[in-house]
């Protein structure tokens, strides 16, 4: 179990009962001295935190004079254009969106495991496994609208007719396995460098600075690789064919 992080532990001391009430009503079993999770909490910072960032960046763009903020986001932006066209294509930037908001918030919580007595909440399974079923319902709603019900489901069967019956239970176990796919390789990832970057950083702050750089690019390198794969499974479902 992990240590309750101080900022929970504010959370639990003065917020316990509307926590209590919620998890109530959805019938989860719960500790009611203790109902806030760290995930939990440092999602809500993570959430904060960005929209303090934008705050701060709204008033601030300028077509003549950007700052530095507006650069790095505008870096942002071009490089997820760009993934956008070469994995989804032009149709594809209209989920743009979408696929900004999951590489932010990834990033975001990614990297707020480097701040001395936070964690990063995707080293937690719940917060992976969420993103990945947001992910799984959105690809999956983007096929249908974009092609219709019928025409989605036929991509199940393959391109073959007689290959259907062997096709169409390949491919559900292969979509099932995709939100897994992308909790796992999320989860792991963060856990394990939390863990080593913390492990060194217990001996010696020389030892565990290098460890805390391999954790920020690790940070970037799993936020890009989840919404990558994101726009594949968009493309993927949205593709039409001719």
Request: proline share 6%.
């Given at each position: 179990m992990h240590?309750?992080?101080?900022?929970t532990a504010i959370f639990n001391r003065y917020l316990a009962a509307p926590a209590n009430a919620i998890l109530d009503a959805v019938h989860v079993s719960h500790n009611p001295q203790r109902p806030w999770a760290n995930?939990?909490?440092m999602e809500i910072?993570?959430?904060?935190?960005?929209?303090?960032?934008f705050a701060i960046l709204r008033p601030q763009l300028s077509m003549?004079?950007?700052?530095?903020?507006?650069?790095?986001?505008?870096?942002?932006?071009?490089?997820?254009?760009?993934?956008?066209?070469?994995?989804?294509?032009?149709?594809?930037?209209?989920?743009?969106?979408?696929?900004?908001?999951?590489?932010i918030f990834i990033l975001f919580a990614n990297l707020i495991g480097v701040v001395p007595t936070f964690e990063s909440p995707t080293m937690f399974p719940a917060v992976p496994a969420g993103l990945a079923?947001?992910?799984?319902l959105f690809y999956n709603y983007t096929g249908i609208r974009e092609n219709g019900v019928g025409k989605y489901?036929?991509?199940?069967?393959?391109?073959?007719?007689?290959?259907a019956p062997l096709m169409i239970p390949i491919?559900?176990?292969?979509?099932?396995?995709?939100?897994?796919?992308?909790?796992?390789?999320?989860?792991?990832?963060?856990f394990a460098g939390e863990q080593v970057t913390m492990a060194f950083l217990g001996l010696t702050?020389?030892?565990?600075?290098?460890?805390?750089?391999?954790?920020?690019?690790?940070?970037?390198l799993q936020a890009f690789v989840f919404t990558l794969l994101t726009m594949i499974y968009v493309g993927g479902a949205t593709a039409h064919e001719h």
């Open positions: 240590e309750q992080l101080w900022l995930f939990v909490t910072v993570v959430a904060l935190i960005i929209v303090v960032v003549d004079r950007p700052g530095k903020l507006q650069h790095i986001f505008e870096v942002i932006y071009d490089f997820l254009h760009g993934q956008t066209d070469e994995a989804v294509g032009h149709h594809g930037q209209q989920y743009l969106p979408f696929f900004g908001t999951l590489f079923v947001s992910a799984f489901l036929a991509h199940f069967a393959g391109p073959m007719p007689l290959l491919e559900i176990i292969s979509h099932l396995a995709r939100p897994l796919s992308l909790t796992i390789r999320l989860y792991a990832n963060m702050f020389v030892f565990g600075f290098p460890f805390m750089g391999l954790h920020i690019f690790v940070s970037f």
